[in-house]
């Protein structure tokens, strides 16, 4: 079923049984109702030239395999394929490009992402393109034979901006590029980019669907066979695989990506009603807010708001002192754990962008951003208002 035709409520029922059922069930041999972690680099071949459909766990493993099976199914791809991290997954995937081939990038994409390319695939003549992707006309006029494939966010980091995913599939597929999306804050629970048009979805899943801040790992989907097969190859080639171990612990966060997420966007929201009448914010950022921008193009393609919120601290308020003061809630880099965390994307994720540019795209220096988790909201309340009364000058 395409995902346009389907309700919040029937795509909630159909992924909620599918985190837990989805790829490998257990284990046929024992009855195990958790998959076993194979730690095995290699496989007794029975003779020469027969195995057991396992050779080197570099090329397969059987616990990665029912990861890559199951983020496969819930992506809805054809091709499923687990990374030693996010970065790992986005290196594999850019690979697919060729010397003399350009990428466009959303304005915003991940630091990590604007650094590989900047930095290491520069060197091998793959050129890149920042692009204003929430707006489809900047976007169609930035597009030339060279541009091969498109990389992009929706929500991006850290002022969520949307982009719309359909109409940037159906403007690059008439020029022959393919479509990237990186899913990292949404995961397939809220947002199925592929029956968006695009090719292929990929995530830190580091993230939300690890969910617990103890692992480090990346994911891809896509939707055509020959993709996956060149993916495949390059997996094996450069060798940037997920050990058996950390699989097994995504499987295992991933059985309760859905009711974490519930709580994730109860909570965010109960934050964002707070902050909305809060004198110390002039600024905020949430996709669930109808007058964010780009609020209807998120409603259109996604099924939930997410649980990151930026806002604009008054100058009424001291910014050190806030984040001094906030105690339940960690400050720290990354998102999606069941923790919340609070950072300073101007000091921190954002701090690699000169101050003038930053300026000019919003990523002002008295921007807070939140990684809502899934403790108490009145905790997480109670901790703002005190961060707030003593950050008052
Ligand atoms: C964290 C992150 C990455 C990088 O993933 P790692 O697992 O840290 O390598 C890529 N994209 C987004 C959106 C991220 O948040």
Do not use: C
């Amino acid at each position: 079923m395409e995902s346009d035709m389907m309700t919040e409520a029937d795509m909630q029922r159909l992924i909620s049984s599918l985190v837990i059922h989805g790829g490998i069930d257990g284990d046929e041999r024992t009855g195990a109702v958790s998959v076993p972690i194979y730690q095995t680099s290699t496989y007794r071949q029975k003779e020469l030239g027969i195995n057991s459909g396992y050779e080197y766990s570099r090329t397969g493993n059987p616990t990665r395999e029912a990861l890559e099976l199951l983020i496969n199914e819930l992506e809805g791809g054809i091709t499923g394929l687990a990374f030693a991290s996010g970065m790992a997954a986005i290196t594999a995937v850019l690979m697919l490009l060729k010397s003399g081939d350009k990428v466009i990038i959303s304005s915003n994409v991940y630091g990590g992402t604007f650094r590989v390319l900047d930095k290491i695939f520069k060197n091998y003549n793959i050129e890149y393109e920042i692009v204003d992707t929430s707006n489809l006309a900047e976007f169609e006029k930035q597009i030339n034979p060279k541009i091969k494939a498109v990389l992009i966010e929706s929500p991006a980091n850290p002022l969520l901006t949307i982009t719309d995913i359909k109409g940037v599939s159906e403007i690059a597929h008439k020029h022959g590029a393919l479509v990237i999306v990186d899913n990292t804050f949404m995961t397939p629970y809220l947002q199925r980019p592929l029956n968006l048009g695009a090719d292929i979805v990929l995530h830190s899943a580091t993230k939300y669907l690890g969910g617990h801040s103890d692992v480090i790992a990346g994911l891809v989907v896509v939707k055509d066979e020959g993709i996956g097969e060149r993916l495949k190859f390059i997996q094996n080639a450069t060798g940037g695989v997920l050990s058996p171990f950390d699989s097994w612990l995504l499987i295992r966060g991933i059985k309760t990506l859905t009711v974490r997420m519930d709580r994730h966007i109860e909570n965010a929201r109960h934050l964002v009603e707070f902050l909305k009448n809060h004198e110390g914010v002039t600024k905020i950022y949430y996709p669930g807010l109808p007058e964010n921008e780009g609020y209807s193009v998120h409603k259109q393609q996604a099924f939930g708001p997410g649980a990151m919120i930026s806002f604009v601290l008054s100058d009424e308020y001291d910014i050190k002192e806030f984040f001094r003061s906030i105690k339940v809630i960690t400050l720290g880099e990354s998102l999606g754990g069941v923790e919340s965390l609070v950072s300073h994307p101007a000091s921190m994720t954002h701090a690699s962008i000169p101050y003038e540019v930053r300026q000019k795209v919003g990523i002002v220096d008295n921007l807070i951003r939140l990684s809502v988790g899934i403790e108490a909201k009145e905790t997480l309340i109670n901790d703002l208002e005190n961060a707030f009364k003593k950050a008052r000058k």
